[in-house]
């Protein structure tokens, strides 16, 4: 089962979306902004982001979430060029249409649901946003929403600044939810039963950048209801876990290791390893009694770390099923056996093979190809083939380039 999809998106929240459905050998195209003149940079800003390849609107942040798509330009902003799309969206038998603009402008660029599905009935139709249609005017980018969320006043010590996350977690949060959202649909649609014909027709999906991130406070939101004091209620509390003790990051004599001490029976396991033996305390045997001591605690542990290496470490602590972990580089992560061999390729503008990711589950699609799939498009760069398939000329796409359609 492939499917067909045209995704009016930029930065990264649909782009990520868009890439995993790539990777199952779906056919995305990318819809972007025509030049306005000359010489001008246009399309999707993280085309021009993050280091140069060569080729100016190929940066390196661009690269990652849009291999393997083929791309368009088209002026939504004209009345042919919303009447192209939906011949687009008929031609190429769309399934799927996807947008990250602003909910304001869902109807003035002809882009709402209820336009497209003239063209397409059965179409599914799904639009990321920060706070959904309910507040059109909101524009949504990750560092932004991860400070209104609550997620910057959770990160960082306890006595320092709010901090981001190191990874724009809510653009990738929000693009995971429009593709299950999205394969949901799809599979509504091919349901055996035929009791509700509302299966069978279009669908309309709206992602919550905002929603997405506050779904994800089910370890924070729901104290609220059991603290006694307003200033019990989750902060800051740097490596620390906020419930288990003595969860924390310490350093050994080469780097440093993250030690997860689950329940009881793992901390009486800690303290019979040699060199720990000195935080074996009464007190100290339940989980309780451990965060009222947490502090020497963490002390205790380090001067027992003072005599090991990481790797030593962790192979103790391996053996005895104990959870711990070297704090890896991201250099580190590349070289990891299961990340290494699955690793999604392509070849940059130079000529050179880059492996740059690795999917989140291994599709018979990727398998096929080898993890490879083509370079990320340039703007525009599939416009005469695109626009051949729906039956256009080379006379006519002269003349949709010239009236700035395209």
């Known amino acids: ?55 100016d609107d190929l940066h390196a942040y661009y690269i990652a979430p849009n291999m393997g798509k083929e791309a368009i330009s088209l002026n939504l902003k004209t009345r042919e060029g919303q009447e192209l799309l939906k011949t687009l969206i008929k031609k190429l038998e769309v399934d799927i249409f996807l947008c990250n603009t602003l909910p304001k402008r869902y109807k003035e660029l002809g882009i709402d649901f209820d336009t497209l599905k003239e063209a397409n009935p059965n179409l599914i139709w799904c639009g990321i946003s920060a706070f959904g249609p309910d507040y059109p005017n909101s524009a949504g980018y990750d560092p932004a929403m991860q400070a209104y969320m609550g997620f910057m006043h959770l990160t960082g010590e306890a006595d320092g600044d709010p901090m ?11 693009g995971d939810e429009a593709f299950s959202q999205v394969i949901l649909a799809i599979a509504e649609q091919l349901s055996p039963d035929k009791s509700d014909s509302k299966k069978k027709r279009g669908k309309e999906i709206f992602i919550s950048m905002a929603h997405c991130a506050a779904s994800w406070l089910i370890t924070a939101l729901p104290q609220i209801q059991f603290v006694q004091d307003e200033a019990d209620l989750f902060t800051r509390s740097g490596n620390e876990h906020r419930s288990f003790i003595p969860c924390n990051c310490y350093p050994t004599k080469d780097g440093h290791v993250y030690l997860a001490i689950g329940n009881d029976l793992q901390w009486e396991k800690l ?119 729906i039956g256009y000329s080379d006379l006519q796409i002269s003349e949709l380039k010239m009236n700035k359609i395209i």
């Open 1 to 55: 089962m492939k499917k067909t999809i045209l995704s009016l998106e930029q930065a990264l929240a649909l782009p990520y979306t868009t890439q995993r459905f790539v990777q199952l050998g779906w056919r995305v195209v990318r819809i972007e902004s025509p030049p306005a003149r000359a010489n001008h940079r246009s399309g999707d800003p993280n085309r021009y982001i993050g280091e140069d390849t060569g080729v």
């Open 271 to 389: 303290t019979k390893i040699k060199g720990f033996e000195h935080l074996h305390k009464d007190e100290r045997m339940s989980n309780q009694g451990r965060d009222q001591d947490k502090g020497n605690i963490y002390s205790d542990i380090r001067a027992g770390l003072q005599n090991y290496t990481t790797s030593e470490f962790v192979t103790i602590c391996t053996n005895l099923n104990l959870a711990a972990a070297p704090v890896n580089s991201t250099v580190d992560i590349a070289q990891l056996d299961f990340v290494s061999k699955n690793m999604m390729k392509t070849t940059l503008p130079s000529g050179k093979t880059a492996p740059l990711f690795p999917a989140p589950i291994i599709t018979d699609y990727l398998t096929d190809v080898d993890f490879t799939l083509n370079c990320p498009p340039r703007l525009g760069e599939h416009n005469n083939l695109i626009y051949k398939e």
């Open 164 to 174: 981001l996350c190191g990874l724009p977690i809510i653009d990738l949060k929000a």
